[in-house]
């Protein structure tokens, strides 16, 4: 039997690599990892994200800089958030002074938005929070939390795709 090469199904994919991440959140927090104001921790290495064609987008994702997201424009898209340590001498005393938009027990109307869909559904607050920040959220008495974004005032949204 001749020798011929696995099939692509068994190659390789291309894969974006956690260090890369953990490279693209100090450069963008000017903090190593464990330090004040960077990554609490490096990413998961047992990550499989698509490889990125360009460069990885990273922003702050909470108005506190609790948190960044790490996103990969394309083609295959994708998107984590990797927590922060606090950072000396920069005062959240303002974004903990915001009210919250949702408290503990509120109606919400929880959303989940897709490209070109919207679903909209009755839920209850587990925990509060302001606009912007994430919180759990359930959808009857007896259904797990689910993960969802305060986008206003008794509106959450979860974004798919």
Do not use: N, Y
Not at 1 to 10: E, G, K, Q
Not at 24 to 49: N, Q
Not at 76 to 92: D, E
Not at 142 to 157: D, H
Request: proline share 11%; aromatic share 4%.
């Amino acid at each position: 039997m001749p020798l011929c090469d696995p099939p692509a199904a068994a190659q390789t994919r291309a894969l974006t690599s956690p260090a890369a991440i953990d490279a693209a959140v100090a450069e963008f927090t000017k903090a190593p990892i464990g330090a004040p104001g960077g990554a609490r921790m490096a990413a998961d290495p047992r990550l499989a994200l698509a490889a990125c064609d360009g460069p990885l987008a990273v922003r702050w994702h909470t108005p506190a800089h609790s948190a960044v997201q790490v996103e990969c424009p394309g083609p295959t898209s994708w998107r984590i958030f990797i927590a922060t340590l606090p950072q000396p001498g920069v005062s959240t005393a303002g974004a903990a002074a915001a009210p919250s938009a949702v408290k503990r027990g509120d109606a919400v109307t929880l959303v989940v938005r897709g490209r070109g869909f919207s679903v909209q559904k009755p839920g209850e607050a587990m925990e509060a929070g302001r606009v912007g920040d994430w919180i759990h959220v359930r959808t009857s008495a007896k259904s797990e939390g689910l993960r969802a974004r305060i986008e206003r005032p008794g509106m959450v949204v979860i974004p798919a795709g």
